[in-house]
């Protein structure tokens, strides 16, 4: 496993926001702001950003860009589709109308939004958020808002499989649209798309990156355009815009019309994205590209599907492609694809980004991340979660056969996750912004309402394939805690067989060691105690390098520490110095930076005479576990499949010394 405690967990107490009054930041504390750590609605020239939300439409919006091609069609043809009388269309036309409106607009662009951790967003920063105490101080309900981030963020897995099936899928289906000949090859083709998908992965986004947005304004340009033909056609479909149709569909259809919810919801997935990807390019570019063009386009084309099925109501076979003409029709497909593409590109990255958070928080083991950009520290690839992904996408595109068949699975990962975002949101504002509950509570309240109703209509769909991302949520999540869990027990055994710094050079008395030329580097989790491996080191070898120093690396519950306190270097007695290093959740730990400013703050030492020793602790399972026994056994075989310290921290291998123990679980 590699020095189980080299990095310490994230302390508690540690304020996501931590200035006094006086600093600049300070009235991040008490209010929601735009945090100089992203690029937001300060000083930016109007062209930065128009190019920021260029960019934003072609990584955060791809998700709920593409849900056109499949969202109305299962209003009408899906396990519980009604039947697209003139009746049904406006009033199904209004739920997805005012969806986008109270989901999206009102909750995500306009309050969730506002709550960014330094910049960032997603469910595991809005979870540090919301449980940030002044230091030493712990959260009342922070095991519940943990298993609430925890489960969310695992959620995010079942999205990221789910999307790049469905929405690929969909888009080579408009081929069957054109002619019946294409409708065998549906299923080949989208794995041979996907294949390639998750192929170039570890080329990075970054050389597609500066196309995305470009391709992703025709793709909405399209829909508007797409949906305006029709409603020129048929303008008595903007009647649908009056929320008295929605209501009169549930009083016409009743608990039938309740399921078809199950259904309206696909038109906001992606919702969470927009959150999650706030610290690419700040809230403001996000907003502005949303109701300048995303929300208008989507709107009409939806309105578009709803005309053509009022003047043909065999057309909900497919309305989005029959919303074109003959000739544009398989470059109508070809786009699609692309958008399709984009959208699945998003979901993926995002499950690269959740992982990174999870192993920096302490709820996963280490795994390879590698940088495909070098300007842009946030672009990352894991071979291991992009393997993983791919084979979950291929079953589900074997398995499921259809984009239809895959809809019964989507929107239950959606909606929970959508419920937990709102119990999160409304804490931080509670607690953070300082807002009357007799405030917050009504709005909280709204939303929960419509996040409840439609987990409800999306409760009915887990027999027909729900099951799948939640039995994949509960998987990840029992893996994360876990994890969590077993490196605390080991953590806690190997404090209570160290000894304090104090006693160990008290003990040295008229006898100290043998001195021996160099520096020795000991990575520990504690930053108080002596670590196992030099204990070891003392024991076998009986000598002490000239200079020792303890290096503890801290991760906090915040996405990134600003430099001036990454690394703090406190001379100690006898030639110890101890080095304590923070890391956020968005950086990763790197050994030759932590080395590159020990040395700016004064720590001298030659590379090529210095050791790392590190520990490597076999687990021995006990009789009386401090975990159930299948839950140590797994915590076991992750940790033999964990990345090395070595290479995750970048330490040079030929100056590693590994010492190894056995400890007792």
């Given at each position: 496993?590699?020095?189980?405690?080299?990095?310490?967990?994230?302390?508690?107490?540690?304020?996501?926001?931590?200035?006094?009054?006086?600093?600049?930041?300070?009235?991040?504390?008490?209010?929601?702001?735009?945090?100089?750590?992203?690029p937001?609605?300060?000083?930016?020239?109007?062209?930065?950003?128009a190019?920021?939300?260029?960019?934003?439409?072609?990584?955060?919006?791809?998700?709920?860009?593409?849900?056109?091609?499949?969202?109305l069609r299962?209003?009408?043809?899906?396990?519980?589709?009604?039947?697209?009388t003139?009746?049904?269309?406006?009033?199904?036309?209004?739920?997805?109308?005012?969806?986008?409106?109270?989901?999206?607009?009102?909750?995500y662009?306009?309050?969730?939004?506002?709550?960014?951790?330094?910049g960032?967003?997603?469910?595991?920063?809005?979870?540090?958020?919301?449980?940030?105490?002044?230091?030493?101080?712990?959260?009342?309900?922070?095991?519940?808002?943990?298993?609430?981030?925890?489960?969310?963020?695992?959620?995010?897995?079942g999205d990221?499989v789910?999307?790049p099936?469905?929405?690929?899928?969909?888009?080579?289906?408009?081929?069957?649209?054109?002619?019946p000949?294409?409708?065998?090859?549906?299923i080949?083709?989208?794995?041979?798309?996907?294949?390639?998908?998750?192929?170039?992965?570890?080329?990075?986004?970054?050389?597609?990156?500066?196309?995305f947005?470009?391709?992703?304004?025709?793709?909405?340009?399209?829909?508007?355009?797409?949906?305006?033909?029709?409603?020129?056609?048929?303008?008595?479909?903007?009647?649908?815009?009056?929320?008295?149709?929605?209501?009169?569909?549930?009083?016409?259809?009743?608990?039938?019309?309740?399921?078809?919810?199950?259904?309206?919801?696909?038109?906001?997935?992606?919702?969470?994205?927009?959150?999650?990807?706030?610290?690419?390019?700040?809230?403001?570019?996000?907003?502005?590209?949303?109701f300048?063009?995303?929300?208008?386009?989507?709107?009409?084309?939806?309105?578009?599907q709803?005309?053509?099925?009022?003047?043909?109501?065999?057309?909900?076979?497919n309305?989005?492609?029959?919303?074109?003409?003959?000739?544009?029709?398989?470059?109508?497909?070809?786009?699609?694809?692309?958008?399709?593409?984009?959208?699945?590109?998003?979901?993926?990255?995002?499950?690269?980004?959740?992982?990174?958070?999870?192993?920096?928080l302490?709820?996963?083991?280490?795994?390879?991340?590698?940088?495909?950009?070098?300007?842009?520290?946030?672009?990352?690839?894991?071979?291991?979660?992009?393997?993983?992904?791919?084979?979950?996408?291929?079953?589900?595109?074997?398995g499921?056969?259809?984009?239809?068949?895959?809809?019964?699975?989507?929107?239950?990962?959606?909606?929970?996750?959508?419920?937990?975002?709102?119990?999160?949101?409304?804490?931080?504002?509670?607690e953070?912004?300082?807002v009357?509950?007799?405030?917050?509570?009504?709005?909280?309240?709204?939303?929960?309402?419509?996040?409840?109703?439609?987990?409800?209509?999306?409760?009915?769909?887990?027999?027909?394939?729900?099951?799948?991302?939640?039995?994949?949520?509960?998987?990840?999540?029992?893996?994360?805690?876990?994890?969590?869990?077993?490196?605390?027990?080991?953590?806690?055994?190997l404090r209570?067989?160290?000894?304090?710094?104090?006693?160990l050079?008290?003990?040295?008395g008229d006898?100290?060691?043998?001195?021996?030329?160099?520096?020795?580097?000991?990575?520990?989790?504690?930053?108080?105690?002596?670590?196992p491996?030099?204990?070891?080191?003392?024991?076998?070898?009986?000598?002490?390098?000239?200079?020792?120093?303890?290096?503890?690396?801290?991760?906090?519950e915040?996405p990134?520490?600003?430099?001036?306190?990454?690394?703090?270097?406190?001379?100690?007695?006898?030639?110890?110095?101890?080095?304590?290093?923070?890391?956020?959740f968005?950086?990763?730990?790197?050994?030759?930076?932590?080395?590159?400013?020990?040395?700016?703050?004064?720590?001298?030492?030659?590379?090529?005479g210095?050791?790392?020793?590190?520990?490597?602790?076999?687990?021995?399972?006990?009789?009386?576990?401090?975990?159930?026994?299948?839950?140590?056994?797994?915590?076991?075989?992750?940790?033999?499949?964990?990345?090395?310290?070595?290479?995750?921290?970048?330490?040079?291998?030929?100056?590693?010394?590994?010492l190894?123990?056995?400890?007792e679980?």
């Amino acid at each position: 496993m590699g020095t189980p405690g080299a990095v310490g967990n994230q302390r508690s107490g540690k304020a996501p926001v931590a200035p006094g009054p006086g600093s600049a930041k300070a009235g991040a504390v008490n209010a929601p702001s735009e945090s100089p750590a992203a690029p937001s609605e300060g000083p930016e020239s109007p062209k930065r950003i128009a190019m920021l939300a260029l960019s934003a439409l072609g990584i955060v919006y791809g998700d709920i860009g593409t849900s056109p091609l499949y969202a109305l069609r299962e209003c009408f043809t899906g396990a519980h589709g009604v039947t697209p009388t003139p009746a049904n269309v406006l009033g199904v036309l209004s739920l997805i109308v005012w969806s986008l409106i109270i989901v999206v607009s009102v909750k995500y662009i306009i309050f969730v939004m506002r709550a960014d951790n330094r910049g960032e967003g997603g469910i595991l920063a809005l979870m540090a958020l919301a449980m940030h105490r002044p230091r030493g101080q712990s959260h009342r309900a922070r095991p519940v808002l943990i298993t609430l981030g925890l489960f969310g963020a695992a959620l995010i897995y079942g999205d990221g499989v789910i999307t790049p099936a469905i929405s690929v899928m969909s888009a080579v289906e408009g081929l069957s649209v054109a002619t019946p000949v294409f409708q065998p090859y549906v299923i080949p083709i989208s794995l041979v798309i996907l294949l390639l998908l998750f192929m170039v992965q570890r080329k990075g986004t970054a050389g597609i990156g500066t196309v995305f947005g470009p391709l992703m304004t025709v793709w909405f340009l399209v829909l508007a355009v797409l949906g305006v033909k029709e409603l020129l056609h048929n303008p008595a479909v903007l009647w649908s815009l009056s929320p008295v149709h929605g209501v009169q569909f549930f009083m016409d259809n009743g608990w039938h019309g309740f399921l078809v919810l199950g259904a309206v919801i696909l038109v906001v997935t992606g919702g969470e994205a927009l959150y999650a990807d706030m610290g690419h390019f700040g809230a403001g570019p996000i907003r502005r590209a949303w109701f300048l063009l995303v929300l208008p386009s989507l709107v009409l084309n939806y309105l578009g599907q709803g005309a053509l099925l009022l003047r043909h109501a065999e057309a909900a076979r497919n309305p989005f492609f029959l919303l074109a003409p003959e000739w544009a029709l398989y470059p109508l497909v070809a786009l699609s694809t692309a958008a399709a593409v984009i959208a699945s590109q998003a979901l993926i990255s995002g499950s690269f980004s959740t992982t990174r958070q999870a192993m920096q928080l302490g709820y996963c083991p280490r795994m390879e991340v590698v940088h495909t950009s070098a300007e842009e520290m946030g672009q990352i690839y894991l071979p291991g979660v992009n393997g993983a992904l791919l084979v979950g996408v291929i079953a589900l595109v074997l398995g499921f056969g259809s984009s239809s068949r895959l809809a019964a699975a989507y929107g239950i990962a959606v909606t929970t996750t959508m419920g937990i975002t709102t119990v999160l949101a409304y804490v931080v504002a509670r607690e953070r912004w300082g807002v009357r509950r007799s405030v917050a509570l009504p709005i909280a309240s709204l939303f929960m309402v419509v996040d409840l109703a439609f987990f409800g209509a999306n409760a009915a769909k887990i027999a027909d394939g729900g099951w799948f991302p939640l039995l994949l949520a509960v998987c990840i999540f029992t893996m994360m805690t876990t994890w969590k869990r077993g490196r605390d027990i080991l953590a806690g055994k190997l404090r209570a067989a160290s000894l304090g710094l104090k006693d160990l050079l008290g003990s040295f008395g008229d006898h100290p060691p043998l001195r021996v030329p160099g520096t020795a580097i000991f990575m520990t989790g504690n930053p108080e105690g002596t670590p196992p491996a030099l204990l070891h080191n003392l024991k076998h070898n009986k000598i002490l390098h000239e200079q020792v120093v303890l290096l503890t690396i801290i991760s906090e519950e915040i996405p990134h520490v600003v430099a001036q306190e990454r690394v703090e270097v406190e001379p100690l007695e006898q030639g110890f110095v101890r080095v304590v290093a923070r890391y956020g959740f968005m950086e990763n730990p790197s050994i030759p930076d932590i080395l590159k400013r020990c040395r700016e703050k004064g720590l001298q030492f030659q590379l090529m005479g210095t050791s790392f020793f590190l520990g490597r602790e076999t687990l021995i399972p006990t009789k009386k576990p401090g975990m159930a026994a299948w839950r140590e056994a797994l915590f076991t075989w992750m940790s033999r499949n964990a990345r090395s310290a070595t290479a995750y921290f970048r330490i040079p291998p030929n100056r590693v010394v590994e010492l190894g123990s056995q400890v007792e679980l």
